[in-house]
């Protein structure tokens, strides 16, 4: 059974840093991509970090990048979302997903999200 478990969410100050951890089991990171999500109150969910351990490969939209680092921790089987310089607009609830090397950009494995807000 594949899983996926986010967690780190929490209350911080803008300009303050958090990481998020999203702990999978029962995938290998050599057949997916783990990726990171956010949605925010009344707005589209939107992909914002990417990971391909297979190809040694990250991503990060425009307006994170810089500020996150998407990373694997092998050993633990874990992807962080390591999140600096945190804006009131980055809050929301980030989602962890899993999709595999051969299925395009469809995620099908989506681990429950963890909130994250950002005070002004």
């Known amino acids: 059974e594949v899983q996926l478990q986010a967690s780190g969410g929490g209350l911080v100050q803008a300009g303050g840093s958090l990481t998020l951890s999203c702990a999978v089991s029962?995938?290998?990171?050599?057949?997916?991509?783990i990726a990171w999500f956010r949605q925010a109150p009344g707005k589209e969910r939107e992909g914002i970090s990417c990971?391909?351990?297979?190809?040694?490969?990250?991503y990060h939209i425009q307006s994170v990048r810089g500020r996150f680092k998407i990373s694997i921790d092998n050993a633990k089987n874990t992807v962080y979302l390591q999140m600096n310089s945190l804006k009131p607009d980055d809050t929301a609830v980030y989602y962890c997903?899993?999709?595999?090397?051969?299925?395009?950009?469809?995620?099908?494995?989506w681990g429950r999200g963890t909130q994250v807000t950002v005070s002004s």
């Open positions: 029962g995938l290998s990171f050599d057949d997916y991509a």
């Open positions: 990971i391909s351990r297979k190809y040694d490969s990250t």
């Open positions: 997903a899993a999709r595999s090397l051969g299925a395009g950009l469809n995620y099908r494995y």
